[in-house]
């Protein structure tokens, strides 16, 4: 009954901390006209607004403290990871157990706080700068600067601890939740958009079934990619006991089909939505030449180039992030160590270069399936003129926490009722 009553506390300190995100995304920054952010998301359809609107659970369209999201933590640890794979130092570090991921931690957060200040002030900067919102600023000045760029900081620092309360607290990874619950968030609107073009005869049904049909797959492909993993069998070497009797232990390595997850996503997106971002604040400062921006808008959504750049980053990041996470000799010396051998191969570099085609197979099917995933709504979304942002990205997310999600609750459930049958065992014995 204790461990049920835990639970329960988890379950709810979850659902109080996402009400606490969810209320503060309605806390506006002071000195920002909302009217005019709010008409121009509604115009530009396919604008990078609308997509950080969407990670941020709309707090973007209401010029929340929470606008700029998680998003300058996720990079911070997006960079710290890489740089844990370059750095000796970091490297080491992260060989000291909880001390030295407390202290990789830290710098996480000194990086999130940074990255917060310098692209809460490049936002409030270049909002005016946009076409269509150059009244969006109503006072300008030392007292509306401050106290915007302020808001912005504290809001990303805010969720930034609110989602490592979660994880230590609550159930499941934190930040995922948040943008999970974001993400949640704009769903009843696209579904009322939708109702609303079908009754105005603005939108086909036969689209609108044809999309239910195309999530559903994607859905199902993501639950099943996500659970699939490749086993390649291992044996031990044999244990001498007593004087005749020997044993052969065998085991197997487990190789997820898609390691590296939604990063090669995250980085694909950050890097092909910067240049058109920082040409979208300087087109009305060097408006003469225009042929020079016409290349920089050409990377927005519904673009050929853009599709064609994003799918090469993709793939590309898919296997770059892979070698950085899962390193193919260090895995090989580890099986020698521990005296284990693949059947037919030898131990050392034989058995590396074995491991390393099997990843490289893996890793193909996983980065085809990453770009199946990310461009079919968006090709969809461009052929069929849905009304509401209908992302591969944000969907792969919601499926992938969900799954997550209900892993450590039934892995929560397991370990108490380990523990109870331990305790038993234990009051039996001394007894």
């Not at 998680?70 to 750095?87: D, E, F, K, R």
């Not at 009843?188 to 086909?204: C, D, G, H, R, V």
């Not at 893996?362 to 990453?370: A, F, P």
Request: charged share 10%; aromatic share 16%; glycine share 6%.
């Amino acid at each position: 009954m204790a461990n049920t009553h835990n639970l329960k506390n988890r379950i709810w300190f979850l659902i109080g901390s996402i009400l606490i995100f969810r209320i503060g995304s309605f806390i506006p920054i002071p000195g920002i006209n909302i009217s005019i952010l709010q008409k121009f998301l509604i115009q530009k359809h396919n604008s990078i607004l609308e997509i950080f609107n969407l990670f941020s659970g709309g707090s973007l369209n209401r010029a929340s403290i929470f606008a700029l999201g998680v998003m300058p933590y996720i990079s911070a640890s997006i960079i710290i990871q890489l740089l844990t794979v370059v750095c000796t130092s970091l490297k080491e570090l992260k060989k000291e157990g909880e001390l030295g991921k407390n202290k990789i931690n830290q710098y996480t957060r000194f990086i999130t706080f940074f990255l917060a200040c310098v692209q809460s002030f490049s936002v409030i900067i270049g909002l005016p700068y946009i076409p269509g919102m150059q009244n969006i600023i109503i006072r300008s000045g030392f007292e509306f600067y401050f106290p915007a760029v302020t808001s912005l900081v504290t809001g990303t620092i805010f969720l930034m601890w609110l989602g490592e309360l979660i994880t230590e607290k609550g159930l499941g990874n934190g930040i995922s939740l948040i943008i999970f619950s974001g993400i949640l968030a704009g769903l009843p609107k696209s579904i009322a958009n939708t109702m609303e073009y079908i009754f105005l005869n603005q939108f086909n049904i036969f689209n609108c079934f044809l999309i239910l049909i195309t999530m559903i797959f994607i859905i199902y492909l993501v639950v099943v990619i996500e659970q699939s993993q490749r086993n390649i069998t291992v044996y031990y070497a044999r244990q001498q006991q007593h004087r005749n009797i020997s044993l052969k232990n065998s085991n197997y390595l487990p190789l997820k089909l898609n390691m590296a997850g939604v990063v090669p996503v995250i980085f694909s997106s950050s890097i092909i939505f910067f240049p058109s971002m920082i040409a979208t604040y300087f087109y009305n400062i060097f408006h003469e030449k225009k042929w020079f921006f016409s290349f920089f808008f050409s990377l927005r959504p519904n673009h050929f180039l853009y599709f064609f750049i994003y799918i090469f980053l993709i793939i590309f990041f898919c296997f770059f992030y892979t070698g950085l996470i899962f390193n193919v000799k260090d895995v090989s010396e580890n099986l020698k160590k521990s005296g284990a051998f693949l059947p037919g191969i030898r131990p050392g570099i034989q058995t590396a270069k074995y491991i390393n085609k099997i990843v490289l197979r893996l890793t193909l099917i996983g980065s085809i399936y990453t770009v199946l995933i990310c461009l079919t709504p968006e090709i969809m979304r461009y052929f069929l003129h849905v009304p509401f942002y209908f992302g591969g990205t944000s969907l792969l997310i919601v499926v992938v926490v969900i799954i997550e999600f209900i892993t450590q609750i039934q892995t929560f459930i397991m370990s108490t009722q380990y523990t109870s049958v331990l305790k038993k065992a234990s009051l039996y014995l001394r007894s």
